[in-house]
């Protein structure tokens, strides 16, 4: 987190097929390549994929982090792999 050096992150959050896991990506206005999603994936500092459990779980590290959550949106989509719940939250840098 202390790399991004963005004011405003769009983070997309849903829950992963056939787990109980989130798939978390982040939009902070880079440049995204097919080819490289890990480049909008939350790592730690052992740049291993942090794993969340719930949305919460995830706005209480985004918190821990400096950022505060200014809006939040959710809406499920029924397809052929089943019910995905998506969840989308703007999130600002606390300025301190």
Do not use: C, P
């Amino acid at each position: 987190m202390a790399d991004i050096d963005s004011n405003y992150i769009q983070v997309s959050a849903y829950n992963k097929f056939m787990s109980n896991k989130l798939k978390v990506h982040l939009d902070f206005g880079q440049f995204n390549s097919i080819w490289k999603s890990k480049d909008t994936q939350l790592r730690g500092r052992d740049g291993k994929m942090i794993q969340f459990n719930s949305v919460a779980q995830l706005l209480n590290y985004m918190t821990e982090n400096g950022y505060e959550l200014i809006s939040f949106n959710t809406y499920a989509i029924d397809n052929a792999l089943g019910h995905t719940v998506y969840s989308n939250m703007l999130l600002k840098k606390i300025k301190k």
